[in-house]
């Protein structure tokens, strides 16, 4: 039998209403006790790291995930990470390159409603995340409702759907029918890389902006992008606009590209 760490972190899945609305606050092994039949299918050890609604997930936090991983690397097969939904994207996307040389399958995932909410979610979705964890991939994957999403594709949707995640710009990996994962054709089931030694980097980078640009932007908001601070702030800035767009923006832009340059 695989040996699979569930590694608990907070979010919806862990809460319980304490009379001022949902606080994480359910521990791992009360979470495992609600899916009792994983048992015939796997070994799993839990480990809370932290009790947190994910809104308040930070670099620190993301590094102690990392940092968990690769303490407890060779003592399992897969890792199953419950979070919150509301940041689990950026958690997923961030570990896809903090854990360099992944030759086992990580799999977040989280639940619209608490693991004790009737009709809960949460039940199938720690299953599914388990079966997943199970297989013989590699990688850092999302796992909600019945889908597997890349770690650096998977994007909240909904707010209260059961079916809260797509994969962006690139197909969903595999579902699960019936307790059986089917892969999708298009998608290469990802090859064990036994090759490198693995390894995590935890530095992040938060000196960033990211600006949407949308038709009929007032520029001067560039104005307010004042390349002293910029220098000072500012490592990068992100630009979320069509080609076009940045293209006739681009003289009012220089002075702030040149400062981040
Ligand atoms: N606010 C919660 C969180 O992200 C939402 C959820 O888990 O669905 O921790």
Redesign the pocket.
């Known amino acids: 039998m695989k040996r699979i760490l569930l590694i608990a972190t ?4 862990a ?1 319980k209403d304490n009379g001022n609305g ?1 606080t ?1 606050s359910i521990d791992v092994n009360i979470l495992l006790d609600y899916i009792p039949v994983i048992r015939q299918m796997c070994h799993v050890t839990g480990i809370s790291i932290m009790n ?6 930070n670099t620190a936090y993301i590094a102690a995930i990392s940092e968990c991983i690769m303490k407890n690397y060779n003592d399992y097969d897969g890792f199953v990470i419950t ?6 994207a950026y958690t997923a996307a961030a570990l896809s390159y903090q854990l360099v040389n992944l030759s086992k399958p990580v799999i977040l995932t ?3 409603l608490p693991i004790d909410a009737e009709g809960t979610d949460a039940v199938i979705n720690l299953t599914h995340a388990l079966i997943y964890s199970c297989e013989d991939i590699s990688g850092v994957f999302l796992a909600f409702s019945d889908k597997l999403i890349k770690g650096t594709c998977a994007k909240k949707i909904k707010t209260k759907s059961f079916d ?1 995640f797509e994969s962006i710009n690139y197909p969903v990996i595999a579902t699960i029918q019936n307790s059986t994962v089917i892969y999708n054709n298009y998608t290469s089931k990802a090859i064990r890389n036994t090759g490198k030694k693995f390894h995590i980097e935890t530095d992040m980078c938060t000196d960033i902006a990211v600006i949407s640009l949308f038709p009929a932007i007032d520029l001067r908001i560039f104005d307010y992008i004042n390349p002293s601070c910029v220098v000072l702030l500012l490592k990068a800035m992100v630009l979320a606009a069509c080609l076009i767009t940045l293209q006739n923006i681009y003289t009012d832009l220089r002075p702030a590209i040149y400062a981040l340059s």
């Open positions: 907070g979010g919806t899945i809460s949902l994480p947190i609604d994910s809104s308040n997930m979070h919150g939904t509301d940041t689990c989280g639940s619209q809260a």
